[in-house]
């Protein structure tokens, strides 16, 4: 069964950068669709890209402007990265997989609580 | 697209039938996934396709429903059952509502 564990900072200023890393294990990272999906305190959960190691990537809209997503296949690691953070920003970030086109999550992370604030 | 869960809290009795309802803002044809999440815990996907289960999910759960309106279906609920849900379209992008509470009642 696959697992993702997510890591990275706990804790980021506003305005700086937020690099986060999901490692994949027990599977391939050539198996799936990879998206990042965030929930803020209100519970909310907001999906914020999916890539795909042929290199195809899409990004949320709402959040295209800062995102960057990535794989390193020799590290069976998913990046994410994401500019000029706000408050609004503070949510826990999931890892998750996706076998058809990544349209839905059937593979997730425990997750990885992030706080923007100085 | 915008997706509209309701009511925001559901009470039921162990053993009763709970109906969770999403609407969507435009047509999804059956582009709809639902997914139960208990506190501290990911969630985890029970439905796609609106009405396919997932691997390993119980008979109990079901859905139905196409375009815009959407019904997730639990009967006979266990105690394992009493979460959170949510629904999530997949038609333009991906988009989840805000979730339904199950609570004991």
């Known amino acids: 069964q696959v697992q993702l564990q997510e890591s990275g900072p706990a804790l980021v200023k506003p305005s700086e950068t937020l690099s986060l890393t999901c490692n994949v294990s027990?599977?391939?990272?050539?198996?799936?669709?990879w998206s990042w999906i965030r929930q803020s305190a209100g519970k909310e959960l907001e999906w914020i890209g999916r890539?795909?190691?042929?290199?195809?990537?899409i990004y949320n809209p709402s959040l295209k402007s800062r995102v960057t997503m990535s794989l390193d296949t020799s590290k069976n690691e998913i990046s994410l990265i994401l500019k000029s953070v706000t408050a609004a920003d503070t949510a826990i970030y999931f890892c998750?997989?996706?076998?058809?086109?990544?349209?839905?999550?059937?593979?997730w992370g425990q997750g990885i609580a992030v706080t923007v604030s100085s | 697209i915008v997706m509209t869960q309701s009511p925001a809290t559901l009470s039921v009795s162990p053993g009763e039938r709970a109906t969770l309802s999403c609407r969507a803002s435009?047509?999804?044809?059956?582009?709809l996934a639902w997914y139960q999440q208990k506190p501290g815990q990911a969630p985890r996907l029970l439905l796609y396709?609106?009405?396919t289960r997932a691997t390993g999910i119980p008979a109990r759960f079901s859905g139905s429903g196409s375009e815009t309106e959407f019904t997730l279906t639990i009967s006979g609920l266990q105690s394992e059952d009493f979460a959170v849900y949510y629904c999530?379209?997949?038609?333009?992008?991906?988009?989840f509502g805000q979730g339904t509470k199950v609570e004991i009642k």
């Open positions: 890539v795909y190691f042929s290199g195809s990537v």
């Open positions: 027990n599977g391939s990272i050539s198996s799936s669709f």
């Open positions: 999530q379209q997949y038609e333009d992008w991906r988009t």
């Open positions: 435009q047509s999804i044809t059956t582009k």
């Open positions: 396709g609106a009405s």
């Open positions: 998750t997989g996706g076998s058809y086109f990544g349209y839905y999550f059937d593979q």
